[in-house]
């Protein structure tokens, strides 16, 4: 970082303070602090690989249903689901409903200031902790996140491979060092703020930067080369076949098994592609289906896999509704909002609404 440190901290602040965007779990004039450390949380934890305006409205509807830490260890876990339902990544939600629980029995419903006992509950790793800490608590605890990597990569001019550990470490305790005792939060705030509307990924905006002065990256002329870019990964294809079993106006749904991707949410039945007559790779069909036929593909990309559902439209032989376990039921088409489904089910109700509409 070229200049001094102090002038980069008031100038990152200064800049923060007239162009920081108004956020539901930021204090603002219309909502002056203290923050409630439980909304710090919720956020920080929706925000991990979410972009903002994704999870604006999650937030809202989240703590409209669950406006306390009590209120969510005491909430049914299907209900946290189905809320959370489009966000992605629903192990945060299991996550979040665990840490609360820990919270109201080991800490007396307060969640705590210290940085290394945040670390111990469900899904609070070093930079949900840090984050935490600073905003909710004004402790001066780091961060580092994708937006803080690059904006300190770019004032540093680190151009080492960031997967190496040691590099890992070192943008760790340079976070440690530059986070101020006053106004922690906002400082850690700030850097976040730069990093997403400021020096973004590409086509970052230096001639507007508050602290381009102190950015060695942007004096050289590297800034769009650092952070250094990772080579892209070929990312396999998952094949699945998901059957819409129909008997007599109900549709047969079944739940995911506890662990795993998507765990504990609704589906419609869904197999291995190229393994006839077997149900999540392992089992049989639950029950003998006639007239299968395909309606339409689903396409659903993750971070390291992508999906294809084939989806056919089938019948059960037999006239009666057969009986389902307790993993397995038959629901109405309008009551599948009453159940959490994984992003590639959504749009497959969505299939089956449009083609009754058209019927």
Request: proline share 8%; aromatic share 6%; with cysteine.
């Amino acid at each position: 970082m070229i200049g001094g440190l102090k002038t980069f901290r008031k100038r990152l602040l200064a800049w923060y303070d007239r162009s920081r965007r108004d956020l539901p779990w930021r204090a603002s004039p219309q909502r002056p602090g203290p923050l409630d450390p439980y909304h710090v949380l919720v956020s920080e934890t929706m925000l991990q690989q979410t972009q903002v305006a994704t999870v604006i409205p999650y937030f809202k509807r989240f703590l409209e249903r669950f406006p306390t830490l009590d209120a969510l260890a005491r909430a049914d876990e299907q209900a946290v689901l189905r809320l959370w339902q489009g966000l992605g990544y629903y192990s945060r939600a299991r996550n979040l409903q665990a840490a609360a629980r820990q919270v109201v029995r080991d800490h007396g419903g307060q969640l705590p200031a210290d940085a290394r006992m945040l670390l111990t509950l469900p899904g609070v790793g070093r930079y949900t902790a840090g984050a935490v800490a600073s905003i909710a608590f004004e402790i001066p605890a780091p961060i580092l996140d994708g937006n803080v990597i690059r904006v300190l990569c770019r004032l540093d001019k680190v151009q080492s491979d960031l997967r190496e550990p040691a590099v890992r470490e070192a943008l760790w305790a340079r976070a440690a060092q530059i986070v101020p005792r006053r106004r922690p939060g906002d400082f850690n705030s700030a850097l976040m703020e730069l990093g997403a509307t400021i020096c973004t990924p590409r086509n970052p905006q230096c001639l507007i930067c508050p602290v381009r002065e102190h950015c060695e990256a942007c004096q050289a002329g590297l800034q769009e080369q650092l952070p250094p870019p990772r080579k892209a990964r070929p990312t396999p294809l998952v094949r699945r076949k998901t059957y819409c079993i129909q008997c007599d106006g109900k549709w047969l749904i079944e739940q995911r098994p506890a662990r795993g991707r998507w765990a504990g949410m609704w589906q419609f039945v869904t197999v291995e592609a190229g393994r006839t007559g077997k149900h999540n790779g392992s089992a049989p069909l639950p029950i003998e289906v006639a007239d299968a036929t395909r309606i339409g593909r689903v396409r659903h990309a993750l971070t390291h896999r992508r999906y294809q559902f084939e989806v056919l439209l089938a019948r059960v032989k037999s006239k009666d509704l057969p009986i389902c376990d307790g993993s397995r039921r038959w629901v109405g088409l309008e009551d599948l909002d009453a159940y959490p489904l994984p992003r590639p089910h959504v749009k497959i109700a969505q299939m089956l609404r449009e083609a009754a509409d058209i019927r």
